[in-house]
């Protein structure tokens, strides 16, 4: 195609603007150029206001050919292209009808056309992540200084004050907890669960907004040999035509998203960097003072918000091409004000101090160990067995390692340690005052205020002294459990290799002569039981790694400040029902009930208990989906409490883990059935025959492959699914195959509100007139079968009602 030559562009000005025509294709030979996205309402307005409103959308700093930004070259341009530095650009003319034209005259320049559109395509969608990414960190930071306002009770200027009370409200409704000090960390902190919110940008998924598998696919097909290529464009142009069509229409689209992004960015930053911002407010106001004062916020809080503010104001620049320091006032003082600080003179101590908690804490957790042993009644050989393991655990060079030796120590302790808590556990039955060090340990983990931080252990006994939450679900200590047991309120669980406590007094009994067999209906017994075999086993497997479990408290492995492991019953409650109401179905399972003199199968919900085990972990687990063989028990999941990382995740494979045991347990023998198998069922048979299914792509199929290699069982692959299914699949982020999409949305259906979202998406909505015409089947079919009950308000038996609003869901 022919060129009129290069040209030089200075640093600032315009070749491409917002709303002109097209009148020239341009080659970027050396610089840098932006592009720059104004509502379209601006467009036909003056340069300078066109520009006044734009936003930086994107950067080309390479070699490249700047198209794609008005569709064919026929229709306006939808962008400015503004000159960032000096640049040399070659033009080339275009005639009337735009990329029609040079697809007939010069198939070869129309190739390399696509070829750069496609690629730019590719940078945008990576920009969108970047500017988003920045979105999620500042909303984060800005909601964790409301929270931090809400906290110290400050009187917040009404800009700030109504999304800090609302905030701080729901946080603390959900069981959210402070540290002790609230230091900048806590600013960073992701604390989304608690706030029961997602820091996503609002509207449409980036996956729903451009159609990526279909701009893969046409970037293989520009990526064929030119001479295989131009000979198809020349016997049909329309193939071009669409190809560069469609990349255009979905470049706009991804440059509109990073403009809205960025707008959004801008106001996250206004409410933190701005006149009226957080920053002004605790630095022109000295609002800093109130909240150091309150003893609530470390002295050195904003010193450590200064690297968070410079990294936001490195991400900040990169992607916008300004300055925060020259933008924001406040930016500028917060870093002289910091400064400032630093050169204030240090005053002089008269004396350190000997303990950073206070006296009377020191006084109650002195010899620690010891007040348990004489609690427990522990004898003082046992005493000194253990004394010895712990000091030779402590003179090792890593005590937490895999290393044989290492283990064998943790081993011996562990077995010490569970026989002193199961004495310290029956005798704090009977006794009506617990020294504090035993309450800690029973719910903690605790032994000796040595093996962990004085400040951990403050913050320990500042935790155990809060008043007692009222859950809506079945969320127990682990003491208060074993209470239940002790009472006989309910049964021992079953041990690690599934045998329920009757089945292991009769195996032990096989071994034993007359006399020395165990009593079945000896509580204490059954409480040791419990404490040897679940408490055991699972605190070691939720530890992370059974090669490294220890089941003491101690500072080696937990790290830190207390208050970001501890998990409160409501903080718990609200991860499970966040996850409930997703898959509101979860917990229910088929069950009979009596109505009158007939018997009448429904679906009924039994929640399992949640145990917050006595110990530091990064895993949840499933211990048992039924007590027995009774549908109506509750099941048991186990939960540290003391837990690093985000459980919403291991948390999502604990519900997955329960869904494919109690189908399994109800369906018996034909639970890998195809047909009459259920959910599992289902699932075996996509693993068995996914290989052949015309549904599955050969790229989809090889996806499958590789994945299912690294995931060691079918129960696993299929809690893999289910975790994209409930954190992705239901915000219309296509992680899942179609054929598992559709297998889960038959077996695990979500909300009637999140479905009603997704059935306009394309991936959904085949499947969704499916299930809605099963649904409105079978519940037609239930309305007429139970009419017959119904009273004269039009209400149904309770256990009926339930079922149908349950149905309705």
């Given at each position: 195609?022919?060129?009129?030559?290069?040209?030089?562009?200075?640093?600032?000005?315009?070749?491409?603007?917002?709303?002109?025509?097209?009148?020239?294709?341009?080659?970027?030979?050396?610089?840098?150029?932006?592009?720059?996205?104004?509502?379209?309402?601006?467009?036909?307005?003056?340069?300078?206001?066109?520009?006044?409103?734009?936003?930086?959308?994107g950067i080309i700093n390479e070699k490249s050919i700047i198209a794609g930004l008005s569709l064919l070259?026929?229709?306006?341009?939808?962008?400015?292209?503004?000159?960032?530095?000096?640049?040399?650009?070659?033009?080339?003319?275009?005639?009337?009808?735009?990329?029609?034209?040079?697809?007939?005259?010069?198939?070869?320049?129309?190739?390399?056309?696509?070829?750069?559109?496609?690629?730019?395509?590719?940078?945008?969608?990576?920009?969108?992540?970047?500017?988003?990414?920045?979105?999620?960190?500042?909303?984060?930071?800005?909601?964790?200084?409301?929270?931090?306002?809400?906290?110290?009770?400050?009187?917040?200027?009404?800009?700030?004050?109504?999304?800090?009370?609302?905030?701080?409200?729901?946080?603390?409704?959900?069981?959210?907890?402070?540290?002790?000090?609230?230091?900048?960390?806590?600013?960073?902190?992701?604390?989304?669960?608690?706030?029961?919110?997602?820091?996503?940008?609002?509207?449409?998924?980036?996956?729903?907004?451009?159609?990526?598998?279909?701009?893969?696919?046409?970037?293989?097909?520009?990526?064929?040999?030119?001479?295989?290529?131009?000979?198809?464009?020349?016997?049909?142009?329309?193939?071009?035509?669409?190809?560069?069509?469609?990349?255009?229409?979905?470049?706009?689209?991804?440059?509109?998203?990073?403009?809205?992004?960025?707008?959004?960015?801008?106001?996250?930053?206004?409410?933190?960097?701005?006149?009226?911002?957080?920053?002004?407010?605790?630095?022109?106001?000295?609002?800093?003072?109130?909240?150091?004062?309150?003893?609530?916020?470390?002295?050195?809080?904003?010193?450590?918000?200064?690297?968070?503010?410079?990294?936001?104001?490195?991400?900040?620049?990169?992607?916008?091409?300004?300055?925060?320091?020259?933008?924001?006032?406040?930016?500028?003082?917060?870093?002289?004000?910091?400064?400032?600080?630093?050169?204030?003179?240090?005053?002089?101590?008269?004396?350190?101090?000997?303990?950073?908690?206070?006296?009377?804490?020191?006084?109650?957790?002195?010899?620690?160990?010891?007040?348990?042993?004489?609690?427990?009644?522990?004898?003082?050989?046992?005493?000194?067995?253990?004394?010895?393991?712990?000091?030779?655990?402590?003179?090792?060079?890593?005590?937490?390692?895999?290393?044989?030796?290492?283990?064998?120590?943790?081993?011996?302790?562990?077995?010490?340690?569970?026989?002193?808590?199961?004495?310290?556990?029956?005798?704090?039955?009977?006794?009506?005052?617990?020294?504090?060090?035993?309450?800690?340990?029973?719910?903690?983990?605790?032994?000796?205020?040595?093996?962990?931080?004085?400040?951990?252990?403050?913050?320990?006994?500042?935790?155990?002294?809060?008043?007692?939450?009222?859950?809506?679900?079945?969320?127990?200590?682990?003491?208060?459990?074993?209470?239940?047991?002790?009472?006989?309120?309910?049964?021992?669980?079953?041990?690690?290799?599934?045998?329920?406590?009757?089945?292991?007094?009769?195996?032990?009994?096989?071994?034993?002569?007359?006399?020395?067999?165990?009593?079945?209906?000896?509580?204490?017994?059954?409480?040791?039981?419990?404490?040897?075999?679940?408490?055991?086993?699972?605190?070691?497997?939720?530890?992370?790694?059974?090669?490294?479990?220890?089941?003491?408290?101690?500072?080696?492995?937990?790290?830190?400040?207390?208050?970001?492991?501890?998990?409160?019953?409501?903080?718990?409650?609200?991860?499970?029902?966040?996850?409930?109401?997703?898959?509101?179905?979860?917990?229910?399972?088929?069950?009979?009930?009596?109505?009158?003199?007939?018997?009448?199968?429904?679906?009924?919900?039994?929640?399992?208990?949640?145990?917050?085990?006595?110990?530091?972990?990064?895993?949840?687990?499933?211990?048992?989906?039924?007590?027995?063989?009774?549908?109506?028990?509750?099941?048991?999941?186990?939960?540290?409490?003391?837990?690093?990382?985000?459980?919403?995740?291991?948390?999502?494979h604990t519900f997955a883990t329960f869904r494919w045991e109690l189908n399994r347990t109800i369906m018996?023998?034909?639970?890998?059935?195809?047909?009459?198998?259920?959910?599992?069922?289902?699932?075996?048979?996509?693993?068995?025959?996914?290989?052949?299914?015309?549904?599955?792509?050969?790229?989809?199929?090889?996806?499958?492959?590789?994945?299912?290699?690294?995931?060691?069982?079918?129960?696993?692959?299929?809690?893999?699914?289910?975790?994209?299914?409930?954190?992705?699949?239901?915000?219309?982020?296509?992680?899942?195959?179609?054929?598992?999409?559709?297998?889960?949305?038959?077996?695990?259906?979500?909300?009637?509100?999140?479905?009603?979202?997704?059935?306009?998406?394309?991936?959904?909505?085949?499947?969704?007139?499916?299930?809605?015409?099963?649904?409105?089947?079978?519940?037609?079919?239930?309305?007429?079968?139970?009419?017959?009950?119904?009273?004269?308000?039009?209400?149904?038996?309770?256990?009926?009602?339930?079922?149908?609003?349950?149905?309705?869901?």
């Amino acid at each position: 195609m022919e060129n009129n030559g290069t040209e030089k562009i200075r640093k600032g000005e315009i070749l491409i603007l917002q709303g002109e025509e097209p009148q020239f294709i341009y080659y970027l030979q050396s610089g840098s150029v932006e592009i720059l996205s104004a509502p379209s309402e601006y467009e036909g307005l003056d340069s300078k206001i066109i520009l006044d409103k734009s936003k930086r959308v994107g950067i080309i700093n390479e070699k490249s050919i700047i198209a794609g930004l008005s569709l064919l070259f026929t229709e306006p341009y939808k962008k400015t292209v503004r000159a960032v530095e000096d640049c040399v650009v070659k033009k080339y003319p275009l005639r009337e009808g735009g990329f029609r034209q040079i697809v007939v005259d010069d198939p070869t320049f129309a190739v390399l056309l696509l070829t750069h559109v496609l690629k730019r395509l590719e940078l945008s969608l990576n920009d969108v992540k970047k500017y988003t990414l920045l979105y999620q960190n500042l909303c984060r930071v800005n909601d964790n200084f409301s929270l931090v306002a809400g906290e110290v009770s400050d009187n917040l200027p009404d800009n700030l004050s109504q999304r800090a009370g609302d905030l701080y409200r729901v946080f603390t409704q959900s069981g959210g907890d402070f540290p002790s000090r609230i230091d900048a960390k806590f600013i960073v902190q992701d604390n989304s669960n608690l706030l029961k919110k997602k820091y996503l940008f609002p509207g449409l998924p980036v996956e729903s907004l451009v159609d990526i598998k279909q701009c893969n696919f046409l970037k293989k097909i520009v990526g064929l040999d030119n001479q295989l290529l131009i000979p198809m464009f020349k016997s049909d142009p329309n193939i071009p035509i669409y190809i560069f069509n469609c990349a255009s229409e979905n470049l706009v689209k991804l440059l509109d998203r990073i403009e809205s992004v960025h707008t959004e960015i801008d106001a996250e930053l206004e409410y933190l960097f701005g006149t009226n911002g957080f920053i002004a407010y605790l630095i022109e106001k000295q609002k800093i003072k109130t909240w150091v004062a309150s003893g609530r916020v470390s002295e050195d809080f904003l010193k450590g918000f200064v690297s968070i503010a410079n990294k936001i104001h490195e991400f900040y620049k990169d992607i916008s091409g300004e300055l925060l320091s020259e933008k924001y006032d406040s930016f500028k003082k917060l870093s002289n004000f910091v400064q400032a600080i630093k050169e204030q003179p240090k005053p002089v101590e008269e004396a350190p101090r000997p303990s950073r908690i206070p006296q009377n804490l020191t006084q109650l957790y002195k010899n620690s160990i010891y007040q348990i042993f004489e609690f427990g009644l522990i004898e003082k050989e046992n005493q000194k067995n253990l004394l010895k393991l712990l000091s030779e655990f402590r003179k090792m060079k890593d005590p937490l390692s895999s290393e044989i030796d290492a283990r064998k120590i943790r081993r011996q302790i562990a077995r010490f340690y569970y026989d002193i808590y199961a004495k310290v556990f029956v005798r704090s039955q009977s006794e009506p005052a617990v020294p504090q060090p035993v309450k800690l340990m029973l719910r903690f983990g605790f032994l000796d205020e040595t093996m962990i931080d004085q400040e951990q252990l403050a913050e320990l006994h500042e935790i155990s002294m809060r008043r007692m939450e009222q859950t809506s679900i079945p969320i127990l200590y682990e003491d208060e459990f074993l209470t239940k047991i002790f009472n006989g309120e309910e049964n021992p669980s079953i041990n690690e290799m599934g045998l329920s406590y009757e089945a292991h007094l009769r195996e032990e009994q096989k071994h034993i002569k007359g006399s020395n067999a165990k009593d079945e209906s000896d509580n204490v017994q059954k409480v040791i039981y419990e404490i040897n075999h679940r408490i055991a086993t699972a605190s070691s497997v939720c530890s992370g790694s059974t090669a490294t479990s220890f089941p003491i408290l101690t500072s080696m492995n937990m790290r830190g400040s207390i208050s970001h492991y501890y998990v409160s019953k409501k903080k718990l409650e609200s991860i499970v029902n966040a996850l409930r109401d997703v898959d509101f179905s979860v917990f229910y399972r088929e069950t009979a009930v009596m109505i009158g003199n007939t018997k009448e199968l429904i679906k009924e919900e039994i929640v399992p208990y949640f145990i917050l085990l006595p110990s530091f972990g990064t895993k949840t687990m499933l211990w048992q989906e039924l007590d027995g063989t009774n549908r109506r028990t509750r099941g048991r999941i186990v939960v540290p409490i003391l837990f690093m990382g985000d459980m919403m995740p291991t948390m999502a494979h604990t519900f997955a883990t329960f869904r494919w045991e109690l189908n399994r347990t109800i369906m018996g023998g034909m639970w890998a059935d195809p047909i009459e198998g259920g959910l599992t069922g289902a699932y075996f048979d996509y693993i068995n025959t996914f290989k052949k299914n015309p549904k599955l792509s050969l790229e989809a199929k090889q996806k499958v492959v590789e994945r299912f290699k690294s995931i060691r069982n079918n129960r696993d692959r299929f809690a893999d699914d289910y975790i994209q299914w409930v954190l992705y699949e239901k915000d219309g982020i296509m992680k899942l195959n179609n054929v598992v999409r559709d297998m889960f949305y038959r077996h695990i259906p979500f909300k009637k509100e999140l479905r009603d979202r997704l059935e306009n998406m394309p991936a959904y909505t085949e499947i969704a007139t499916r299930f809605r015409n099963v649904f409105n089947r079978e519940v037609g079919n239930y309305e007429r079968k139970f009419k017959k009950y119904q009273r004269e308000d039009g209400t149904l038996p309770e256990a009926l009602q339930k079922f149908m609003e349950f149905l309705y869901k």
